[in-house]
């Protein structure tokens, strides 16, 4: 005999939120930044944790086109932004034969 899975007391609304935030892990975040030599925004397409060797696909807003390329180098800085101390990537990335500096918040 087949029963109805339902949702119901407060162990059902909890395993409900769980499903939720678990399924929303996978959306598309994207990371904004600006490339330090040309002062274009950028945008990766890519998840938050790049490393070197990585292929990341980013968004130009100048030539307003997706661009490719391969990130050579991270580095993680400490700033400090409207009186507060935070962290920000920077991100050195080749594409095709121009290498990149992106700084993303």
Same mark, same amino acid.
Request: aromatic share 14%; charged share 30%.
């Given at each position: 005999?087949?029963h109805?899975?339902?949702?119901?007391?407060?162990m059902?609304?909890?395993a409900?939120?769980?499903?939720?935030?678990?399924?929303? &892990?996978?959306?598309?975040l994207?990371?904004?930044?600006?490339?330090?030599?040309?002062?274009?925004?950028?945008?990766? #397409?890519?998840?938050?944790?790049v490393?070197?060797?990585?292929?990341?696909?980013?968004?130009?807003?100048?030539?307003?086109?997706?661009?490719?390329?391969?990130?050579?180098?991270?580095?993680? $800085? &400490?700033?400090?932004? #409207?009186?507060?101390?935070?962290?920000?990537?920077?991100?050195?990335?080749?594409?095709?034969?121009?290498? $990149?500096?992106?700084?993303? #918040?």
């Amino acid at each position: 005999m087949n029963h109805p899975v339902t949702i119901s007391g407060w162990m059902g609304r909890l395993a409900l939120l769980f499903w939720l935030s678990l399924s929303f &892990q996978n959306e598309a975040l994207a990371w904004v930044g600006i490339d330090l030599r040309s002062g274009v925004y950028v945008e990766l #397409e890519a998840d938050v944790y790049v490393k070197p060797g990585d292929r990341v696909e980013y968004y130009d807003y100048r030539l307003q086109d997706y661009r490719l390329g391969e990130v050579i180098r991270v580095e993680w $800085r &400490q700033v400090v932004e #409207e009186g507060r101390l935070g962290e920000r990537a920077f991100i050195r990335v080749m594409e095709e034969s121009v290498e $990149r500096v992106f700084e993303m #918040e």
